[in-house]
């Protein structure tokens, strides 16, 4: 009877992986361009002279608006679901996840190009270091090949050779290669914290989205009012109002690119996570490449390569991680 009443029970397109992953995927990919030509516009625009040096109250704004959102969606979809994971994990990721942010920020004022590129296309890396040493995960020694062919890949096609003859040959290893290795440990921590809470305590993407952003304007919050920073923006504001607009949809994209983004981890982990947000920026510039008929080059042509067999061996070998 059991098996007669579980049989008749439809079937959803939902229910189907690969049709979620594609549906994560570009959810991130589509609102996370309109977020960069956003970000581009309020940062670099023309205020008569003015700049706009405000990164950290932009930041607060947006995880305001991204945890109003979470609510939304909890309210809507998840009223009579009760999250049970602790809040010093949902702080501890917040954390993690801001302390990183800064850090990868700051050390791009001191490392060369080439640094750059591959501190931005390495993420995956320290998430399955610290998955596996910390949460004792297991993966299949394809699923290694294929992190190490994506990463490979997206730094030989954003690597731009010409660049970097712009920066000293005797660069040594100092300041900003720490923070580069503390913000890509943070990252690491990060995961950890986002697979520990979706491992046990089945944490919802929303419940977790609503979480770290409410963690994350409490700690931004404090930061801007001991620096000021807030009320030097209020007066920007009321001199040019119309950067108000900008930054409302700017807060909408990423509250919509963040909810994907934690469906991802909620449904396929911070390591799946880690490779779609890396592969984005290829794909973006892929992408402006085949509609705009720009040339790439033999570097370019190498990494997109890499990029697509590693994507291609991952969707065939890369299964799940499995716990001791």
């Known amino acids: 009877m059991a098996a007669g009443k579980g049989a008749g029970k439809p079937v959803s397109l939902w229910d189907n992986l690969r049709i979620r992953f594609i549906v994560c995927f570009l959810g991130v990919f589509v609102c996370y361009f309109y977020y960069g030509i956003l970000q581009e516009t309020i940062t670099r625009g023309n205020y008569g002279g003015e700049k706009f040096t405000f990164a950290r109250t932009l930041v607060f704004i947006q995880c305001i608006i991204n945890g109003a959102f979470a609510k939304i969606l909890i309210q809507c979809f998840e009223s009579s679901k009760v999250d049970h994971t602790k809040s010093w994990l949902y702080g501890l990721c917040s954390l993690s ?126 930061a801007v009012l ?5 009320w030097s923006f209020l007066g920007f504001a009321e001199r040019h109002p119309s950067i108000l607009y900008n930054i409302l949809l700017f807060g909408l994209t990423s509250a919509l690119g963040q909810t994907f983004i934690f469906m991802t981890v909620v449904y396929f982990g911070p390591l799946t996570c880690s490779i779609v947000t890396t592969t984005r920026k290829f794909f973006t510039i892929l992408g402006s490449v085949i509609l705009f008929g720009n040339v790439m080059t033999q570097m370019q042509w190498i990494g997109t390569t890499l990029v697509f067999l590693g994507l291609g061996l991952d969707a065939k070998f890369g299964k799940s991680p499995k716990k001791h």
């Open 97 to 222: 996840y801001l302390g990183a942010m800064v850090s990868s920020n700051s050390a791009l004022l001191y490392v060369n190009y080439p640094t750059q590129v591959l501190g931005k296309s390495c993420k995956p890396i320290p998430v399955m270091i610290l998955g596996v040493t910390i949460l004792r995960k297991k993966y299949p020694l394809a699923k290694y090949l294929c992190v190490l062919l994506i990463v490979g890949g997206v730094a030989l096609f954003l690597y731009k050779p010409n660049k970097a003859s712009a920066v000293a040959d005797d660069h040594i290893f100092g300041f900003g290669e720490i923070l580069l290795l503390v913000s890509l440990t943070l990252d690491g921590l990060t995961g950890v914290a986002q697979d520990h809470m979706r491992a046990r305590f089945q944490t919802s993407a929303n419940h977790m989205m609503l979480n770290i952003n409410m963690w994350s304007t409490l700690v931004l919050g404090l």
């Open 226 to 230: 001991w620096t000021g920073e807030v």
